[in-house]
């Protein structure tokens, strides 16, 4: 698979990236709903479950771990859909592995945070050390996220492949630490559209996640070879 980056291309990526970030946060939150039976706070990528409920329910950390393991079933999706001879699906696979930001799954892991830990130190805190927890989700995630990430090396035919494929890891996480984490939440800190309404979410996040859907559903053929490729 060879891939054209264009401006169209990068711009359909990223509004493909902040639709799988809500997919994600929405995860998490219809998960700890079923089990609190109320809405936490959240705002654009940390979100909580309502007060009380870690206390009362032994199975909290199920909503924890419902966002990860969402974003590693598609990545994995997506190394599926790379083995297809239909170029159009394999480029969608691609795409769907590096929206899911792999590295950045694996790298809070190994600064000792994300959901991942979370979970772990939660379920096996009481039976190993800080250093074997931090090696056990690394090597966690690691298996996770690993795979697809090689296997969308392997099928580029593009130049320098390496390149790309170490583009796609970082920028994109660059990307959501700049603009939604540090500037969309700074305008949520700052009161605008910020009162939760359908499924305790803030109207800011709704509002901009639906312009992200729409211009995703409009643009989405600008992430295929028939679109891009000479």
Request: charged share 10%; with cysteine.
């Amino acid at each position: 698979m060879h891939l054209k980056l264009s401006f169209a291309y990068v711009l359909t990526f990223l509004l493909l990236l902040i639709v799988m970030l809500e997919l994600h946060e929405t995860a998490h939150i219809v998960v700890g709903r079923f089990i609190c039976g109320c809405w936490g706070p959240r705002d654009f990528n940390v979100w909580s479950l309502c007060a009380g409920c870690a206390e009362s329910h032994p199975l909290w950390w199920l909503a924890t771990l419902a966002g990860p393991l969402f974003s590693f079933a598609l990545m994995w999706l997506g190394m599926g859909w790379l083995g297809d001879a239909e170029l159009d699906r394999a480029a969608l696979g691609f795409a769907l592995i590096f929206a899911n930001i792999p590295f950045g799954r694996i790298s809070t892991v190994m600064l000792v945070g994300g959901d991942e830990m979370v979970v772990i130190r939660h379920l096996l805190k009481n039976e190993y050390s800080y250093t074997q927890l931090i090696s056990i989700g690394s090597v966690l995630v690691l298996g996770l996220g690993v795979p697809p990430v090689i296997k969308a090396f392997r099928v580029l035919t593009n130049r320098r492949s390496w390149l790309y494929v170490v583009s796609f890891l970082t920028l994109p996480l660059l990307f959501l630490l700049m603009y939604v984490l540090t500037g969309l939440n700074t305008l949520l800190g700052a009161g605008i559209l910020a009162t939760p309404w359908i499924m305790g979410t803030p109207l800011l996040i709704t509002l901009h996640t639906s312009i992200a859907f729409m211009g995703l559903l409009w643009l989405r053929r600008n992430l295929l070879p028939s679109t891009y490729q000479l």
